[in-house]
Nanobody, 127 residues
Framework: QVQLVESGGGLVQAGGSLRLSCAAS????????MGWFRQAPGKEREFVAA????????YYADSVKGRFTISRDNAKNTVYLQMNGLNAEDTAVYYC????????????????????WGQGTQVTVSS
């Protein structure tokens, strides 16, 4: 079993930055693909960013490209989401997700492709 714990959320002004962290514990040797999703009130959960083992392949939603960066420290079993240039539309609960095997490019943006989820961390951007 795998446990994911997010941290780093909070309240920030528009234009500001936050860095989210997701620490994995348990059978972490089997976390090939890790990603971030978010869910705003009244909206469906949406893909934000993902990374496969080694971090060479990264994927981003169009809405965050150029502003958000996903990275991972495999030695610490931690994945990060650096968020810059935040705006009110980024307000949401952010969830960390992981899958034991490499997820194909065609499926990496789908929430159903991930087996493990964190509890979420709130990000609120004030305008």
């Amino acid at each position: 079993q795998v446990q994911l714990v997010e941290s780093g959320g909070g309240l920030v002004q528009a234009g500001g930055s936050l860095r989210l962290s997701c620490a994995a514990s348990g059978h972490t040797s089997r976390l090939s693909t890790m990603g971030w999703f978010r869910q705003a009130p009244g909206k469906e959960r949406e893909f934000v960013a993902a990374s496969r083992w080694g971090g060479a392949n990264t994927y981003y939603a169009d809405s965050v490209k150029g502003r958000f960066t996903i990275s991972r420290d495999n030695a610490k079993n931690t994945v990060y989401l650096q968020m810059n240039g935040l705006n009110a539309e980024d307000t949401a609960v952010y969830y960390c997700a992981a899958h034991p095997w490499p997820v194909s490019t065609a499926q990496i943006m789908g929430a159903g492709s991930y087996d493990y989820w964190g509890q979420g961390t709130q990000v609120t951007v004030s305008s």
